[in-house]
């Protein structure tokens, strides 16, 4: 698990270092983990033999599980703001995987939204816990409220707008 949290890190580094989109961790003080590392980064479209991949945001996380409990599921919601910080989209990354009290891990997930170029150089990815599942079977999920909150400082019209206000709302609700 050190191997691949030191693996994750050092392409976060040399992705910083290669790229100028933002990254943020929403501040959650409830979250049963705890985002430590996130990194967005706009990727172009390749092709070289069987190979291939349209444009696509790679989304990097290392987290620590700060909740007490033993975690064997979890769901990373990873949203992206394009150049001029408007929604562009939101999903889940999900994980079915046991994680110790005190553990700490990562993970990669790729997305490839509408117009996925306008993230380039200047848009924002934004990461925060959406859910997580106990050993014991309980479930914590995000306060939304508060994630909308946090989510209009960088789109300030994100509720205001229909286009926005269908498209968050659906997204914030899914599951998936």
Avoid: C
Avoid at 32 to 43: C, D, G, R, S
Avoid at 68 to 95: C, E, T
Avoid at 153 to 159: A, E, G, S, V
Wanted: aromatic share 12%; proline share 3%.
């Amino acid at each position: 698990m050190l191997k691949s949290i030191s693996i994750v890190f050092f392409m976060l580094l040399v992705v910083t270092i290669a790229h100028g989109e933002k990254s943020v961790i929403l501040p959650q003080k409830s979250a049963p983990l705890k985002i430590t590392l996130y990194q967005a980064v706009y990727q172009n479209e390749f092709k070289a033999g069987s190979m291939s991949h349209p444009d696509q945001i790679l989304h990097s996380v290392v987290y620590h599980n700060v909740s007490g409990k033993v975690v064997v599921a979890y769901q990373i919601s990873l949203v992206a703001f394009d150049a001029f910080n408007n929604l562009m989209d939101k999903f889940n990354g999900w994980a079915i995987k046991t994680l110790p009290v005190d553990a700490h891990d990562g993970a990669e997930w790729i997305q490839s939204p509408y117009a996925t170029f306008s993230f380039q150089i200047y848009g924002t990815g934004v990461a925060y816990v959406n859910a997580a599942r106990f050993e014991d079977g309980s479930i914590w999920r995000a306060d939304l409220t508060e994630v909308v909150l946090e989510l209009q400082k960088f789109d300030t019209d994100l509720i205001r707008q229909s286009r926005h206000r269908n498209l968050v709302l659906r997204a914030l609700h899914s599951h998936g």
